[in-house]
């Protein structure tokens, strides 16, 4: 395909905000595109280069496009800049320094080859020489070409498409279908996290290439989640006899060794070996097997007194700069929880149990990698005791699971089941929000340009932002003016796509950063989108507050979902009745 074709599809998906719309445009597409090159077109609608978890960051700045613009046309250094500050978007800067150049006609193909061919430029000279390329293909390109070829280096597509989108309009365009494909496209993504990889593998061998899909050491796999029930009562009530680990209030881990080399990558599947040296080691050194993926809990450990420091201890070993220092300082320990591939095979689909005994038997004695600490029981008592215990011992609760449940990628179901404390009239769980808008704030708050988020929930089926509340309250003064910093390099004029409330904040964002929210209880109200079905009223949160920070290792598609909230409503209910009821 024509990167021009493939412009004047960016164009019509631009004009809109609908999810329907979005996937009747990219079924179209996708109908039209040769298999050869699904591949750079999906990594093109997901606006990015690769997948996350190869690390690989475009990194070029507007001052780059600046000069490689003034290499292409007369314009001065001067003009460029009072045009672009007249503009504000540097895509239609290049649009009109480029407006008589006539096309190459350059494929998509090429253009995303130009692409990575120049990203991949190290070493010295690297930013004269990047810049060059991009004039290069600059040159090639007319106006509108180069609108969107800047946009995209600079990660200014903003098209919002979601990946259940992109996975609908594939199954349409092969099989005529939105959903006929759809579950075996998700499963075999969830299996390598690539849609890239995968859109290439249904395109060239149909449908029986994706049923055969498996996972491959250094792909991550995507992580699977777990459900909430309210009491050890009810889960065993669910499961039956089950496995009830250790819930380790820490960083959860996906590490995958390929003879010498390890990989580590964080819940929402970016890569983050380089931060965590002490684990690489010790992957190396005590699991043995030649290739393997394991996840587990990595939690910071007091060797002074054999006790687990909390979370706030363990996240500072999240960090770019010195990091040798602090891994001999705080060091990490990993408690292995699962086991999802072996010696070249692909097992998530074999029983929990039996991939368990696996994980146990290929872990050498050694300090930074353990078995995660566990009970087997069918008794509700005995869990609950344990449960006790493990908060005692600094856990956060205990997760139970079924023992003969496969590893389900990507899916939260009842396979795991997390209890959590519940703290006196408080929810007993957190929900992560992602903001979708702010309001500028009255009073003292007014001085900080914001006063309050409006907060949205993630609607799996619609794949859209559903509003759940106002949040005023949680962060200190220093962080809500770095929350609106932020927010604003998210500014959009229009309500953004895939975005759907009632309300108008003063300024809208793009969804983008995960906040955890404890609130007193889930309530019902006229206001929110979420869980609203024509009349009936969806929910909102009662006094909700911000808890820490960004959560930087999860995507917006991650924050909780409709459905959940819906789930921890009733449970509420259930509990509310038992404790009157007492
Ligand atoms: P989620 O991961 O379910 O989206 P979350 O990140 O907010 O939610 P929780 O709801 O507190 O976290 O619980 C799930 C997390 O618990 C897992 O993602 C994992 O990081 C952590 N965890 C700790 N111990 C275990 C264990 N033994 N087995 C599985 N997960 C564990």
Redesign the pocket.
Known sequence: MKFSQFTEYLEKLEKTSKRLEMFEILSEMFKKVDKNEVKPIVYFTQEQLLPPFYGLEIGMAESMIKKALMKISKESEKDLQALYKKIGDMGLVAEQTNQNNPSKGLTIGEIYDCLYNTVKISGEGSVEKKTDHIAELLKKCDSKESKYVVRFILGRLRLGIGDPTIMDSMSKAISGDRMALRKDIEKAYNLCSDLGWVGEELFKKGIDGLRSFKAKVGNPIR?A??ERLPSAKEIIGKMGKCAV????DGL?LQCSKDCDKVEIFS?NLERMTPMFPDIVEGIKKQINANTAILEG?AVAYNEETGELFPFQVTITRKRKYDIEEKAKEKPLVL?A?DLLYIDGKDITREAYEDRRKKLVSIIKKGFTIRE?ERIVTDSPKELDEYFEESIALGS?GI?AKRLDAPYEAGM?NFN?I?L?RSYKGELN??I?IVPIGYFKGRGMRAKFGIGALLAAVYDEKTDSFKSIAKIGSGLTEDQWVEIRKLLDKNKVEKKPARVDTEIVPDVWTTPKYIFTVMADEITLSPMHNAGKVGEKPGFALRFPRIQGWIRKDKKPE?ATTVKEISQMFKMQKRVKAVSFGR
């Not at 680990?245 to 380790?248: I, T």
């Open positions: 992580m989640a777990a680990e250790k819930k380790y959860r819940r809990e408690f929880f995660s956060e997760m939260r795991w997390k959590k769980d957190t992560d991650d």
